[in-house]
């Protein structure tokens, strides 16, 4: 494969725009190699200004459910933009939207749009401090909800990969207001309440893990989170910006059968257009502005462009009866490959997916259940495996701390050639 247009774009960006990019983990600096310049997309498939096609498994970290280029989803914005493309005053669409993620998402009784899945969840905990009229906060290590500065304390994804989890920039006030807790330890969380349980306003949870490679709650963990929130008057957030009507129809939360108090939410509700949300019992936000005294506000939220097309997104996932059925067949496709390969290459590394979320560990545990399990991972062992897949046209986030996504768009041929591409890559890595 020819990357030359690419390196060459990649240095003058370099140029222009801090690390050449405008999202950290693009640069593909983690996996010591320079990024592939994307030119368009279709379908299941990317391809470079090289003229490289690959198969896709970030699918832009999450919203492109449906694959690239959806004709539904096209036809959508090019009919609301001929309209215009912003007017900063109510619209139909909006409800129509609030009405959808209801349906949806039952908890979510009542919806506010944003435009990216910081701002919800920084929204989010305003409000549920505003609610409660407390300060805490409690989060997870290896939990990534935004770039926020609440939440750039032990975060995943971007800052893990870059072994930034707590940013210069955040004031010792702003850190001293978080607290962490570690990911299925109800222990961990039980001490936080125990010490502080009257002024801690929300727990913010990813309720299956992406942003430290998909990790997947126990059923206890899970309701024992809820019951001590429910005990301490503290507001469950449930982070579902990556799981929402991703993991099954009705987020993460349908999956495990608990009802948070706010959920927030982004990626797919966008259809690929910048977007985000948070929602939850109408009586909670409705302390938003101009009903209530906690202040939230925003140009462009709701744009028209936007909602149109993540309601013609989410009215497809959910007027399909076949689409979720479909995605697990393939992803479990996936996951059965993969692991057919470690057992004939006698390859030590583990397979977590929930639904159409998946990560390949590199470690030699039997298992991976907590953010100390994912930090046991050959992170070496992972850039080699990225950069061999990117070579035979298999594109994958490249960390070992993110989630991969399989979309409706991938066929049955895909799975089979990533699996293939999987078992060529691991005996490479073996025979270095
Ligand atoms: N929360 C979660 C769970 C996420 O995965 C992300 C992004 N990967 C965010 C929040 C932040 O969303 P955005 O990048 O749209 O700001």
Known sequence: MEFTKSIQAFQEALEYIPGGVNSPVRSFRSVESDPVFIESAQGSKVRDIDGNEYIDYVGSWGPMILGHAHPDVLKALSETMQKGTSFGAPTLLETEMAKQVRKMMPSIESVRMVNSGTEATMSALRLARGYTGRDLVIKFEGCYHGHNDSFLIAAGSGALTFGTPNTPGVTTGTAHDTLTAQFNDLDSVAAHFEKHGDNIAALIIEPVTGNMGVVIPTKEFMQGVRDLCTKHGALLIFDEVMTGFR?????????????PDLTTLGKIIGGGLPVGAYGGKKEIMDHL??????????????????????????????????????????????????????????FPAVVNRVGSMFTLFFTKEEKVTSFADVMKCDTKVFSDYFKYSLESGIYLAPSQFEAGFVSAAHTDEDIQRTIEASYNALKKIKQK
Not at 306 to 326: F, H, K, P, V
Request: zero cysteines.
């Open 289 to 346: 502005a101009p009903q209530g005294p906690v202040y939230q506000a925003g140009t462009l939220s709701g744009n028209p462009l936007a909602m149109a097309a993540g309601l013609t997104q989410l009215r497809l996932l959910d007027n399909d009866s076949m689409i979720y059925d479909d995605l697990e067949r393939k992803a479990g496709m996936l996951e059965e490959g993969l692991k057919n390969n470690l057992r004939e290459l006698d």
């Open 247 to 259: 993991v099954a129809k009705g987020g993460a939360q349908s999956l495990l059968g608990i009802e």
